[in-house]
């Protein structure tokens, strides 16, 4: 099992950045895909982007293409997600995850370790 703890959630106004993380502990696996889901009141979990081990392959969701960038460093077990030009539509739980597995799965089933989650909210 993979222990995940993000942090850096916050309320920031429209056009603002942030940057989240994940540490990540436990049996990690040079394997393991990260992904980032983040889920609005009342929404479906919504996939944000993922990345592979060495961080050579990335994907990132339509909407936050230009925007948000994921990341990785290795050394330090965490993944970061920088997000800019934030707008009221952003505004959601974002949660970290482990895949377990080498593919960019972008479908929150095929993830089996959550953080509790980081708390985006974006004033307009």
């Known amino acids: 099992q993979v222990q995940l703890v993000e942090s850096g959630g916050k309320l920031v106004q429209a056009g603002d950045s942030l940057r989240l993380s994940c540490v990540a502990s436990g049996r990690a696996n040079s394997n393991y895909v990260m992904g980032w889901f983040r889920q609005a009141p009342g929404k479906e979990r919504e996939f944000v982007a993922a990345?592979?081990?060495?961080?050579?392959?990335?994907y990132h969701e339509d909407a936050v293409k230009g925007r948000f960038t994921i990341s990785r460093d290795i050394a330090k077990n965490t993944v970061y997600l920088q997000m800019n030009s934030l707008t009221p539509e952003d505004t959601a739980l974002y949660l970290c995850a482990c895949a377990r597995e080498s593919v960019l799965y972008t479908t929150w089933p095929m993830y089996l370790d959550w953080g509790q989650g980081t708390q985006v909210t974006v004033s307009s």
């Open positions: 990345i592979n081990y060495s961080g050579s392959r990335t």
